[in-house]
């Protein structure tokens, strides 16, 4: 089917996924084709109206050959079939084209809010304007600010189901997304304040006041209404001074141990206990970041430097990633000069959130510089101004603007690195400015597409994922040999894989062979790509689940090559998991939060790691996993089966029934199911794993014999076991001590030695 994006950056596939920049590249046509898709009633539309919007410059004659011309030419690069003609009417067949737009006002027709704000990426036809067509314009304007309102709309109730729920993390995530969207809508930021307020982040509940009356003052000339005014005096009386609360040269994200909290009773109730909202809400994540007192500014050598995530100044959603790029491309520039010691964006994100400072980022991250900027993007230019911070106290070390037509966009990031290691360095030498300029690829387009893909990879998400790999087959399109775009590109496969995302023309049986296919065209280009490596060691792992033949010299290989890379660091633990070797995996997890702190499935990983020796520790991780991504629902099932541990049944329930409603999974279903056991539903609990008793069978069923095994159903619960396809995940899981109960049973230990990697420690 025919994929239509009309909300956010306007986006047209053929039904095997590639793009159809012919179309795209016309505005007027695509912009009509998104009418038909849209408007409503639904269905087809009168062509004289069709005149009147699209062209009401011409006269009716020539009105009606320009028509004709976009519907020929609409049909040619889509398909006869994709349009429907009753009479004089013409409209677009839904069987053949899905649209965004309309999938959207569906999703929110029939309640199904969070499949809504998904497709919600950004204002109708963000950017788009087609000339000499007032009232296509006027119709557009209607459209784009009732969409707008719609999704506002959905957000604060998720906000609000969050908040009955006892999630109030949960709640302030979505009240901040609906805000986002009508920023001056002063009642729902006063909603906002006073959520954060609840929620114990009052500093943050004044930085939204701040924004408002920024706005406001901007905008309209006004100050906000007394009601708000006096809201945020009452809140700034209970808000400690900053330099009070933090001792000199100490970091703005507070390490502290997890401070027990009041347990919240009764059913559906679930306070995530723990969590410290730190400045502007940036939540703590404990034993990661290294203790503020080890930071202080007299331990920064002289060559250090961060370089901050820049902000956006675009008035087009679509630009958006480029300011992200940016900062990373500028960054890993500056790690080739090895006189300089860089700390990347990821590393400084959350101090970001806390205090977007340089001195609170320099303190953090323990460095001497900082580098900040911020990125417009207008047409087919592109203006970047950069300064470089002393972290001491903030006053700038050097600063340059660079306004450069989009053509240069390859040269820009070496151009500001090189200015900002001679700020800092001095001088550099032929072979440092060399190592500095050294360019990914020749084709601008084939890098701009490439720099789009890191930035919907680092997303996190199936809509992200979809997008990354899209942009990076462009990317590798555009120049067949850009490495770079090829390593990515495999491991968009190898993530597809895991997470059965599918892949538009590629059976699910080839994508692990398409995508080691990538990682060898990669490799023979650039041997030394850490990302090539790092794509091979997962794909391997899903190709040998059992043996894991190559999976952890792959990723050793990718460590070796770029020992900042977070996602091998990642990955490498979960392959030294698989095999039993907990410490080490223990530690490379540390690592990788250290280089990234706020990776989520990091921090689960980590927790699952420590669960049974440090049960308060895990929790804390988990806690700061669902803090910054509260819909996180593998760390809910983690936490209920922790809490089931730890015997806190009301907890327990809590975090699994947060996990169903946000994914039905074995996992969560078995948590509850167990709850309900220890509280004696045993109909429930029946009722609960009944659905997941069913082939086809994966390893994440492996928790369901558990349940039978506790409902006196031994011989059920081994004949189940024996279904779920053997490998190295399914013996990894067996070790945990749910199992021990079963542990004894022949059967039982026939699955778990067939199961069993080689070389697995026991």
């Known amino acids: 089917m025919i994929e239509l994006r009309v909300l956010g950056p306007l986006d047209l596939r053929s039904a095997d996924g590639q793009p159809l920049p012919s179309v795209l590249s016309q505005p007027k046509r695509a912009a009509f084709l998104g009418y038909l898709a849209l408007a409503t009633p639904r269905g087809v539309h009168r062509r004289d109206s069709l005149l009147a919007l699209f062209w009401p410059e011409l006269d009716q004659e020539h009105a009606r050959t320009a028509l004709r011309q976009a519907l020929h030419f609409l049909r040619k690069e889509l398909g006869d079939e994709t349009f429907i003609t009753l009479g004089d009417d013409v409209g677009l067949n839904p069987e053949r084209l899905w649209c965004d737009g309309v999938a959207l006002e569906s999703a929110l027709d029939a309640g199904r809010l969070h499949e809504a704000v998904e497709l919600y990426r950004g204002d109708l036809f963000a950017g788009v304007h087609v000339r000499e067509t007032p009232t296509f314009e006027h119709w557009l304007d209607g459209e784009r600010d009732r969409l707008r309102r719609r999704a506002f709309e959905a957000g604060w109730r998720l906000a609000d189901s969050e908040g009955a729920a006892g999630n109030m993390v949960g709640a302030a995530h979505w009240a901040n997304w609906a805000v986002a969207l009508l920023p001056d809508d002063e009642p729902s930021v006063r909603r906002l304040i006073e959520l954060l307020d609840r929620l114990g982040d009052r500093p943050g509940a004044v930085r939204a006041y701040e924004k408002l009356v920024r706005l406001l003052g901007r905008e309209y000339e006004l100050e906000p209404t007394a009601e708000t005014s006096r809201l945020i005096q009452e809140i700034r009386l209970r808000v400690p001074a900053l330099d009070a609360a933090q001792p000199e040269g100490s970091s703005a994200l507070v390490v502290t141990d997890r401070t027990p909290q009041p347990r919240v009773r009764g059913r559906g109730a679930f306070a995530i206990a723990g969590l410290v909202a730190v400045v502007a809400g940036a939540m703590i994540l404990p034993g990661v970041l290294r203790r503020a007192e080890n930071n202080s500014p007299g331990d920064r050598t002289q060559n250090t430097v961060a370089v901050a995530y820049f902000k956006d100044l675009s008035t087009d959603p679509a630009h958006k990633y480029l300011a992200d790029a940016l900062a990373e491309e500028i960054a890993s520039s500056l790690g080739r000069v090895p006189r300089l010691q860089v700390k990347s964006p990821a590393a400084g994100r959350f101090v970001q959130r806390a205090a977007d400072d340089p001195r609170a980022i320099g303190s953090a991250l323990n460095v001497r510089y900082v580098v900040e900027g911020s990125v417009r993007r207008v047409g087919d230019h592109v203006r970047v101004s950069v300064r470089l911070v002393k972290a001491a106290d903030g006053f700038r070390a050097w600063g340059d603007d660079y306004d450069r037509p989009t053509a240069d966009l390859l040269k820009i990031p070496e151009d500001i690195a090189r200015d900002v290691a001679a700020g800092i360095a001095g001088a550099l030498s032929p072979s440092e400015r060399q190592a500095v300029s050294l360019r990914p690829t020749a084709d601008v387009q084939a890098y701009d597409r490439y ?279 399914l013996w990894s899981n067996l070790r945990g001590t749910q199992f021990d109960g079963l542990r004894g049973e022949p059967r039982f230990q026939r699955v778990v030695e067939t199961a069993r990697p080689p070389g697995a420690t026991p």
């Not at 789009?452 to 087959?473: D, I």
């Not at 996993?625 to 049944?649: H, M, N, S, V």
């Not at 069913?694 to 081994?718: M, N, R």
């Open 451 to 729: 720099l789009q893909g890191n930035f919907y990879l680092a997303q996190r998400s199936v809509p992200g994922l979809t997008k990354a790999r899209a942009a990076y087959e462009e990317a590798g399109r555009l120049d067949p040999g850009f490495d770079r775009a090829l390593a990515r590109l495999a491991y968009t496969y190898a993530l597809s894989f895991t997470y059965n995302v599918p892949i538009p023309g590629i059976p699910r049986e080839r994508v692990l062979e398409r995508g080691l296919e990538l990682t060898d065209r990669a490799l023979r280009l650039t041997p030394a790509s850490s990302d090539a490596w790092m794509a091979r060691g997962h794909l391997l792992a899903e190709r040998h689940t059992r043996t894991l033949e190559g999976v952890i010299p792959a990723l050793e290989r990718a460590i070796s090559l770029d020992s900042a890379n977070a996602e091998a660091r990642h990955q490498y633990g979960w392959a030294l998991t698989l095999v039993g070797r907990d410490s080490a995996a223990e530690a490379s997890y540390r690592r990788a939060l250290d280089l990234e702190p706020g990776r989520v499935n990091t921090l689960r990983e980590l927790a699952l790691c420590i669960s049974l020796r440090d049960p308060q520790h895990a929790l804390r991780l988990l806690d700061s996993a669902l803090a910054i991504d509260p819909t996180f629902y593998q760390a809910y099932i983690a936490r209920a089966w922790l809490e089931l541990k730890l015997g806190d049944l009301t907890r327990a329930r809590s975090a699994a029934e947060m996990a169903l409603r946000l994914r039905e999974r074995a996992g969560g279903a078995a948590a509850l199911a167990m709850v309900e056991l220890r509280e004696h539903n045993i109909g429930r609990a029946r009722s609960l794993i009944a659905r997941h008793m069913a082939p086809p069978f994966e390893v994440d069923q492996g928790s369901i014999p558990i349940v039978l095994w506790e409902l006196g159903d031994t011989a059920g619960a081994l004949t189940l076991l024996e279904q779920i396809p053997r490998g190295a995940r």
